[in-house]
């Protein structure tokens, strides 16, 4: 693997990594302020579980498929 495609790979996990803990951030703001703007806590906390997932599951199916000869 060539050193430009090592440092891009390591640039999608940091951003991967700040893109997860933002919708923690924002997810757990959610449910903190629920009775104030009305959510539902459970679908608050779905929501932001699911949106984890997705995040993860992409960069780990895109790091597979870069690494791959």
Request: net charge neutral; aromatic share 18%.
């Amino acid at each position: 693997m060539e050193n430009g495609k090592l440092v891009v790979y390591f640039m999608f996990f940091l951003r991967q990594d700040l893109a997860m803990a933002l919708l923690f951030g924002i997810g757990y703001a959610g449910i903190i302020f629920e009775e104030f703007l009305a959510f539902n806590k459970s679908g608050v906390g779905l929501l932001m579980a699911v949106s984890l997932w997705v995040v993860r599951s992409i960069g780990v199916s895109f790091i597979i498929f870069a690494c791959l000869p």
